[in-house]
């Protein structure tokens, strides 16, 4: 563990505030929702299909995917500090880009070119696993998605209102003043925490087969993936079920979609107040089973002919409260097989999760039509919550890092 100054508020000598990490992942998670119960009618704005605009989800996803290992190694080279700084100002531009976007083939560009911000999330992990060991890690880790999650909770029905109040331009312009207000902030306080300059972006490649060699980041890596993947199949397909199947204006889906939010945050606090007491997987553990038990019993109560929104969505607190205690855990145990490769690690886990993901939102898509009613997207993320909990596994009976 490196050693670190005490941390003072706005002084960018000492290690970013908490608040300030909260923020910068936050920005990240509103980045993913705020727009879609706006899809709809983006699609119509835009003279294309729903599919076609639904690339603002899965496409994002994949890139996210992509940049989470370049950022992660990169970060590991040159410094947590002026990575966060570069990305986010990127993000700002690219926004800015969408927002006037002529096109749809040019807002799908600069909505790709947006997944920069990625690396509040990557970056804020490892800056926690250079500061503290992996179970006070995975705590305040536990802290920090709490306070993170309530921003996406509120981004949707943000959005929602939004665009019945004006139009789904206005969710993008919110993204930017945001974005530029944590760049501002970022630059006032996150001081640098990586003790010690790697060897350069190839060496850091080189690094890989220590981390994919290993069972135990195999298994901590795959539950993450499994876990969020639920949640971004409900992402990729919830517009749909929202709109199409229930009939919901943009503000009630944008209710809807906040509510496993709500859950994340209880399980968040679960994590931060006893995964240093209980241990980080069994904490995994337990959230898996919550997720599995609480979608598959959503999925029979639809296929036994009771199927409403309030039952359909209510449920995804289940989801929302097995992640928030899965995730923190999951992530601080992949960021710990190799403490001095925190950074590599934190983005080629985020990249296997969000690569999850990204088909999970398409394969959601896919697969729901009117026809079917909603069953198949609950089926497709009770299964996937259910892969998380026998993900872990893996980690049991190793002892690597």
């Not at 947006?114 to 490892?126: D, E, K, Y």
């Not at 199947?245 to 859950?263: D, K, V």
Request: net charge neutral.
């Amino acid at each position: 563990m490196v050693a670190v100054p005490q941390v003072r508020f706005l002084d960018r000598t000492t290690p970013p505030h908490i608040a300030t990490l909260i923020l910068c992942s936050g920005i990240s998670s509103l980045n993913q929702t705020i727009f879609l119960p706006s899809l709809a009618h983006m699609a119509e704005h835009f003279e294309t299909s729903y599919a076609v605009m639904q690339i603002a989800v899965s496409g994002y996803l994949a890139m996210t995917a992509v940049l989470q290992v370049v950022v992660g190694s990169v970060a590991d080279t040159l410094g947590r500090r002026p990575v966060m700084l570069g990305a986010i100002a990127i993000f700002v531009l690219a926004t800015l880009a969408a927002l006037v976007a002529p096109t749809a083939g040019i807002f799908l560009a600069a909505r790709m070119a947006q997944s920069t911000v990625v690396a509040g999330i990557v970056l804020s992990r490892a800056v926690v696993r250079d500061t503290v060991g992996p179970t006070e890690a995975a705590s305040k880790l536990g802290y920090i998605t709490m306070g993170m999650a309530l921003i996406p909770m509120v981004g949707p029905m943000a959005g929602g209102a939004l665009d019945e109040a004006w139009n789904w331009r206005a969710s993008f312009l919110l993204l930017a003043v945001s974005g530029a207000l944590v760049l501002a902030l970022v630059a006032a306080d996150q001081g640098e925490t990586m003790g010690r300059r790697g060897e350069g972006l190839g060496a850091q490649l080189r690094q890989y087969p220590a981390l994919l060699g290993s069972r135990r980041f195999w298994g901590y890596s795959l539950c993450s993936a499994f876990a969020s993947g639920a949640f971004f199949a409900l992402l990729g397909g919830a517009a749909f079920v929202a709109e199409r199947l229930f009939g919901l204006t943009p503000l009630w889906t944008g209710i809807a979609l906040g509510s496993p939010s709500i859950g994340y945050v209880a399980g968040n606090y679960l994590s931060g107040r006893y995964s240093m007491r209980v241990g980080i997987d069994r904490m995994a553990a337990w959230g898996c089973v919550v997720a599995a038990a609480g979608l598959g019993a959503s999925l029979l109560l639809t296929l036994a002919g009771l199927s409403h929104p309030l039952l359909f969505f209510g449920f995804c607190l289940a989801l929302g409260l097995g992640n928030g205690m899965t995730l923190p855990n999951a992530m601080a145990g992949s960021i710990s097989v190799r403490p001095d490769l925190a950074g590599t690690a934190s983005g080629l886990s985020g990249a296997i999760m969000t690569a999850g993901g990204a088909a999970l939102s398409m394969l959601a898509a896919s697969v729901l039509t009117v026809e079917t009613g909603p069953w198949p997207l609950q089926a497709l993320m009770a299964g996937s919550a259910a892969l998380a909990g026998f993900s872990l596994l893996l980690v049991r009976g190793t002892s690597e890092g």
